[in-house]
């Protein structure tokens, strides 16, 4: 597509629901990078993909976090048994090569309130 | 280590300069920086690899020096258009183009 892609937009769950979230990069992109952002906040890395393998997920907050990738392409963010500090804006960025180059685009995120 | 940027916040009339800093602890194969305007995404302004100094935009540009692994956002004869919150991104070596992004500064232009 003509830009990255995240759905849904918006998301309210309660406390201890699984969510999912997906992000569609830009076709041809290899790199797909997740990060939150809490209001007023920075960016806050989560993980990130070189094709579908995952070599950096070190900043996954908990092991109710994973993230996979297929075909190269779509991503899925899923968090189990949602809390309430998960709130945030989860944003997806994918890049042209390794290492960046060109700079990141940005969807325009997911975001998620835990009530 | 999360790369530090000062001002924090800076309030600029149309026309005037200002200069955005980021500085890190860490050796750095890379700077990039984006705008992020309320409610949206960040953009992508530029990179500035080790080495080497990238002009953007006009009127925007930035500098990298990596002996002291900083890097600097000049913004001149700003503009209301360039309102938003800057935030640097710093990259490692090896680091597979992962970006520690710093908190970010604050940038309103009044008229």
């Known amino acids: 597509g003509a830009g990255v892609s995240q759905s849904p937009s918006n998301k309210v769950t309660e406390k201890g629901k699984d969510v999912e979230l997906r992000c569609d990069p830009i076709?041809?992109?290899?790199?797909l990078y997740w990060y939150r952002q809490s209001l007023g906040q920075g960016l806050e890395f989560l993980i990130y993909f070189q094709g579908n393998s995952a070599p950096d997920k070190s900043g996954l907050p908990s092991d109710r976090f994973s993230a996979e990738r297929t075909g190269g392409s779509v991503s899925t963010l899923t968090i189990q048994r949602t809390q309430q500090e998960d709130s945030a804006v989860y944003l997806c960025?994918?890049?042209?090569?390794?290492?960046?180059?060109?700079?990141?685009?940005f969807g325009s995120g997911t975001r998620l309130t835990v009530v | 280590q999360q790369p530090v940027q000062s001002p924090q916040a800076v309030i600029l009339r149309e026309g005037e300069d200002a200069v955005i800093n980021c500085s890190s602890s860490k050796a750095l194969y890379s700077v990039h920086w984006y705008r992020q305007k309320h409610g949206e995404a960040p953009v992508f302004l530029m990179i500035?690899?080790?080495?080497?100094e990238q002009k953007g935009h006009e009127k925007i540009s930035a500098s990298f020096n990596e002996k002291k692994q900083q890097s600097s956002l000049y913004l001149t004869a700003s503009q209301l258009s360039y309102s938003g919150t800057y935030f640097c991104?710093?990259?490692?070596?090896?680091?597979?183009?992962?970006?520690?992004f710093g908190q970010g500064t604050e940038l309103s232009v009044k008229p």
């Open positions: 991104g710093t990259e490692g070596y090896n680091q597979g183009g992962k970006l520690i």
């Open positions: 076709s041809g992109h290899t790199a």
């Open positions: 500035l690899l080790k080495g080497g």
């Open positions: 960025a994918s890049s042209l090569a390794y290492g960046g180059a060109g700079g990141y685009t």
